[in-house]
């Protein structure tokens, strides 16, 4: 078991960075674009949504409006990341813009409930490809190197997504109707797709194995059983009952197969062999984590500035905007210094430093806080996640031969999504189950009747209550945020000592070239003029 990082450190880098040709940087915009509409989508739609079941109906189906994309998004990222290593990044990358936008004609032409959620879920299998896409392209056109410099341009397209997207749906939903929430993809993705046909050029690849279809199969349910777990545990269904007990087992034996059956695949969907990777393996627990805190802040931090603090939920993404700017400022940073230096270790130390740190602080918050602190405790946050979001990919990529580029990406991604479920499921049982009891405490029975239904108000519903029972309630949140954050912390420290295991590699300033452990690899793909 020979790790992959020897052969990939014997390549060597150069002194210095090479300027990249205007065409590649074209290119990176179009996929600046596409991986926008990736993940401005839900953040326009969750705007929308009140509007749309104003008009459609379908109360009780709203949550699968964002589940069907959730799991279809999921369930297809690593068969995208497998069909860009065998059939060819650039075929692979259109197919699923193409996919994403009839996803998104459809759904803006949905005449009932029903017709949306299966439509967003063909959005959905179109956007995992397209951030496997970004990143596998990325890693093909830029050496590693050099890839940190585009490290700011992604947190920056992630922060703006997540700051304007509230803002750009409510906007969209007040003056063009709810329809447009999902029309507005269609020219965004258009021009994303001509700038890609006409610029990128990628070699064409043809596998000689079929796609591992039992594979997908078995990874798909697996996945699907694990994100509808943390979906409805504890909200539609209790923990203990029997459907969640039927779909963990599920989930269970189909992951237990799917591992038996990649050793065993001429083709495997997702090859075992680059979990060899020390860094790699590293790289997919830290990204796991990241997006187990991050997803779990950005939710919970908005609903304890609005209940608590009075904040309006109308500019809810500028209340995360000291989190987010601090974490395009450090990603911005740390790509810098990897590109002039090749040395990274130092961030996913500092990074998971800084993110025990935050979310400790974020813990301490109370119903005296005030907004200037609690900005500063979340700016000390989004500069440890700053350090981590992308060099989590940057050293995943540098850990695997070119040959598994596409497969390296979308696990990469994959283990950041079901992260991100696990995240809101786990922390939002705690934060809800914190809530019920404080009530219970504070406002006896009237406070059991108000959140029995649901441990979070909106605005409106907050207002009407009386003045003892909203005060309550606001002791209720800051109990929920503590424990919350707190458990975020603890989890936190397993960043800490992963990243302590991590072994720097020098980053490569050329393309990667298969390592001579690996005798039936194939040849690293020269890429053409872009």
């Excluded at 994309?69 to 069909?83: C, D, E, H, N, Q």
């Excluded at 500028?318 to 395009?328: E, I």
């Excluded at 995943?396 to 995240?423: E, H, I, P, W, Y």
Aim: charged share 10%; net charge positive.
């Amino acid at each position: 078991m020979a790790d992959t990082e020897a052969a990939v450190a014997a390549q060597g880098i150069p002194d210095q960075p090479e300027k990249q040709p205007k065409s590649v940087r074209v290119v990176l915009l179009a996929l600046m674009i596409a991986m926008m509409l990736a993940m401005l989508d839900n953040m326009i739609v969750g705007t929308a949504m009140p509007t749309i079941v104003g008009d459609l109906g379908g109360l009780e189906h709203l949550s699968w409006v964002v589940t069907g994309y959730t799991l279809a998004t999921a369930a297809s990222t690593p068969v995208w990341g497998k069909i860009g290593d065998m059939y060819g990044r650039k075929g692979a990358f259109l197919s699923s813009i193409v996919i994403f936008l009839i996803g998104s004609a459809l759904s803006g032409m949905a005449q009932d409930m029903g017709q949306l959620i299966g439509f967003r879920a063909v959005q959905g299998l179109g956007a995992g490809g397209l951030m496997v896409g970004v990143m596998a392209i990325i890693g093909d056109l830029i050496p590693p190197r050099e890839r940190g410099k585009y490290q700011g341009m992604m947190a920056g397209v992630m922060a703006l997504a997540m700051i304007g997207g509230p803002l750009v749906g409510g906007t969209i939903t007040d003056n063009w109707g709810w329809r447009w929430a999902f029309y507005i993809n269609l020219p965004l993705g258009a021009v994303a797709l001509a700038l890609v046909s006409a610029v990128l050029h990628l070699p064409k690849k043809r596998a000689k194995a079929g796609i591992d279809y039992l594979g997908v199969v078995l990874l798909t349910v697996g996945i699907t059983s694990i994100v509808l777990v943390t979906t409805w545990g504890g909200s539609e269904y209790a923990w203990t009952s029997a459907r969640i007990m039927e779909l963990i087992g599920i989930g269970v034996a189909a992951l237990v197969g799917f591992v038996f059956w990649q050793t065993k695949a001429s083709e495997p969907v997702l090859p075992l062999h680059i979990f060899r990777s020390r860094n790699f393996t590293l790289m997919s627990i830290i990204g796991f984590i990241t997006g187990f805190v991050m997803f779990g802040a950005t939710l919970f931090l908005p609903l304890y500035q609005q209940s608590v603090q009075g904040a309006s939920a109308t500019n809810s993404g500028l209340l995360l905007l000291p989190m987010l700017g601090a974490m395009l400022v450090t990603s911005m940073i740390a790509g810098r210094v990897t590109t002039n230096s090749g040395r990274y270790k130092v961030f996913p130390i500092v990074g998971g430093v800084l993110m025990i740190v935050g979310l400790y602080l974020l813990s301490l918050m109370d119903t005296d806080t005030t907004r200037l602190t609690s900005g500063i405790y979340m700016a000390v946050l989004g500069a440890g996640m700053g350090c981590l979001m992308q060099i989590t990919m940057l050293v995943a990529q540098n850990s695997v031969q070119m040959k598994d580029m596409g497969v390296a990406s979308s696990s990469a991604t994959l283990f950041r999504t079901l992260g991100s479920s696990f995240g809101v499921a786990i922390m939002g049982a705690l934060f809800n189950h914190r809530i019920q009891d404080v009530m219970a405490e504070r406002a006896g029975a009237l406070g059991s009747k108000i959140t029995e239904r649901s441990a979070q108000l909106d605005a409106a519903s907050l207002a009407k209550l009386p003045a003892q029972a909203r005060e309550a309630y606001q002791h209720a949140v800051s109990a929920g945020t503590h424990s919350a954050f707190l458990l975020g912390a603890v989890i936190a420290v397993l960043v800490l000592i992963a990243a302590v295991f991590v072994k720097e590699v020098p980053l490569k300033g050329g393309a990667q070239k298969p390592s001579a452990e690996s005798a039936d690899a194939a040849p690293a793909p020269m890429i053409e003029a872009v």
